[in-house]
């Protein structure tokens, strides 16, 4: 089983930028791929961001793309998502998800660890 634990949500104004944490434990050679996901109020949960394990490969949701940077430090089985030029619409609950084999991608589905999210409030 793989735990997951996100830090470095907070409160920013629009325009500045927020760099997000996600550690992981736990059976750690597992793991395939690490994603974001976010989910504002009222709203379904979506992409933001993959990359696998190796640092090889990187996906970015429509709305974060050139703005968003995900990356990934090995040795401190961290993920990071450093998010730039945030804008109000950024504003969720941000979740780090993690995969088995040799999946990864965009759906929900393909995640089969999860943490329990952290917010991010971007105001105008």
């Known amino acids: 089983q793989v735990q997951l634990v996100e830090s470095g949500g907070g409160l920013v104004q629009a325009g500045g930028s927020l760099r997000l944490s996600c550690a992981a434990s736990?059976?750690?050679?597992?793991?395939?791929?690490m994603g974001w996901f976010r989910q504002a109020s009222g709203k379904e949960r979506e992409f933001v961001a993959a990359?696998?394990?190796?640092?090889?490969?990187?996906l970015y949701g429509d709305s974060v793309k050139g703005r968003h940077t995900i990356s990934i430090d090995n040795a401190k089985n961290t993920v990071y998502l450093q998010m730039n030029s945030l804008k109000p619409e950024d504003t969720a609950v941000y979740y780090c998800?993690?995969?088995?084999?040799?999946?990864?991608?965009?759906?929900?589905?393909?995640?089969?660890?999860w943490g329990q999210g952290t917010q991010v409030t971007v105001s105008s």
């Open positions: 998800a993690a995969t088995a084999g040799a999946n990864w991608g965009t759906r929900e589905n393909l995640y089969n660890s």
């Open positions: 736990g059976r750690t050679f597992s793991i395939y791929s």
């Open positions: 990359i696998t394990w190796s640092g090889s490969g990187t």
